[in-house]
């Protein structure tokens, strides 16, 4: 059974770092492509970075590019998002993805 828990969001000042986690079970993340979106509220849901079965990175999108880095750890099955530089426009609900699954979500904050 394909699952996927993210974790590690919360409050952080402008300017500060967080560090995503997605850990999978019942699938091994290196032969997938996974993805990290995320979506404000009254916003549509938004591609952050995608990293492919083979480890390619796919260019990030503008809004993120220079802040946000996707990794993974094949032996922890786990699929991470560095974000530095947080910024008031980057609040919102992040979610790991592998087509056509996704995990619950985590909230990231980012206030004064």
């Known amino acids: 059974q394909v699952q996927l828990a993210e974790s590690g969001g919360g409050l952080v000042q402008p300017g500060g770092s967080l560090r995503l986690s997605c850990t999978a079970s019942?699938?091994?993340?290196?032969?997938?492509?996974m993805r990290w979106y995320r979506q404000a509220p009254g916003k549509e849901r938004e591609w952050g970075a995608a990293?492919?079965?083979?480890?390619?990175?796919?260019p990030y999108p503008d809004s993120v590019k220079g802040r946000f880095t996707i990794s993974r750890d094949n032996a922890k099955t786990t699929v991470y998002l560095q974000m530095h530089d947080l910024r008031p426009e980057d609040p919102a609900v992040y979610y790991c993805?592998?087509?056509?699954?996704w995990g619950q979500g985590t909230q990231v904050t980012v206030s004064s």
């Open positions: 993805t592998r087509t056509p699954y």
């Open positions: 990293i492919g079965a083979t480890g390619d990175v796919a």
């Open positions: 019942g699938f091994t993340v290196s032969t997938y492509s």
